[in-house]
């Protein structure tokens, strides 16, 4: 990877808080005659979160599969961790994959693996680390998600929840940079449904991954937006109201036919005076 002229690599500056990690600039896509994206642009920083709501078709996961490379923009530039997708083969998308993590609907699980062999797949499967290093950093993870005592259970043993958290386990034991988020508390009841939540909002405060969470949840969404993760000298984790300053880190993108509508903190979003707003809202 080559120097900046400061000296430090495209990485390391992309590691400082404030930096850029992933950029839309008018981007747009349709399919056929239908309109998906018209004229997408946004910036996630470092650290922060995106959550973007809308109706069905308005666009929000169809960004998600962009940022990805599994959908190729038809206009428009794409930034992620540097590299711009929207001009990468296939093969050059594989290395920029390495630094995502997607978290699916349904938690997409192998039936037919245990926890640990979830978790673990990736790690397992793409990489040269020795079997006790990858045991290793599956039980860091199935730890820092509550799910230690899990780990040698089959998919079909666990809760919904519990299904989700794992999922996000599984994404986050390559130490992505980035996670993505695709409905991942749809279908979950709303107790179940703050354990997820929770976990998007430890990763982000505690190990200062930056996230994308597409949505059609108020009530997550406004949790994630403003709650905040603390952690005592003795480790223990708290998942808290956020301070101002903390809630600032989180911003809605309300997509309406393929446009930002809106952009901004949860404050400001639930005071819009925007007509769709309200009735999306109510």
């Not at 961790?81 to 995502?100: C, F, I, K, P, Y």
């Not at 939540?197 to 200062?208: Q, S, T, Y």
């Amino acid at each position: 990877m080559k120097a900046t002229a400061n000296g430090l690599t495209a990485k390391q500056v992309l590691a400082e808080v404030g930096a850029p990690v992933v950029v839309f600039d008018r981007v747009q896509l349709a399919f056929d005659d239908k309109v998906v994206l018209r004229d997408l642009s946004f910036t996630l920083i470092k650290g922060h979160t995106k959550i973007i709501l809308g109706a069905s078709g308005s666009g929000k996961s169809t960004a998600l599969k962009i940022i990805v490379g599994l959908l190729k923009a038809d206009a428009g530039v794409v930034w992620v961790n540097g590299q711009r997708v929207d001009q990468l083969s296939e093969h050059e998308l594989m290395a920029v994959r390495t630094d995502l993590g997607m978290i699916f609907q349904e938690g997409a699980l192998f039936d037919s693996l245990t926890v640990r062999e979830n978790v673990g797949y990736k790690l397992y499967e793409e990489t040269d680390m020795p079997l006790e290093e990858v045991d290793r950093r599956v039980e860091e993870v199935l730890g820092f998600i509550g799910l230690a005592e899990h780990i040698d259970k089959m998919p079909s043993e666990l809760s919904g929840g519990q299904r989700r958290r794992v999922a996000i386990a599984r994404a986050m034991a390559f130490k992505p940079s980035v996670l993505l988020y695709d409905e991942a508390t749809t279908g979950l009841d709303p107790i179940t449904a703050t354990t997820v939540d929770d976990e998007m909002i430890k990763l982000r405060d505690l190990e200062n991954v930056s996230s994308i969470i597409v949505t059609h949840q108020l009530r997550d969404a406004f949790y994630v937006a403003t709650h905040m993760a603390t952690r005592d000298r003795d480790g223990t984790v708290h998942v808290v109201p956020a301070t101002p300053q903390k809630e600032r880190q989180a911003e809605f993108i309300m997509l309406r036919d393929g446009l930002i509508i809106f952009e901004g903190d949860a404050d400001a979003f639930r005071n819009s005076k925007d007509e769709y707003i309200q009735e999306f809202l109510a």
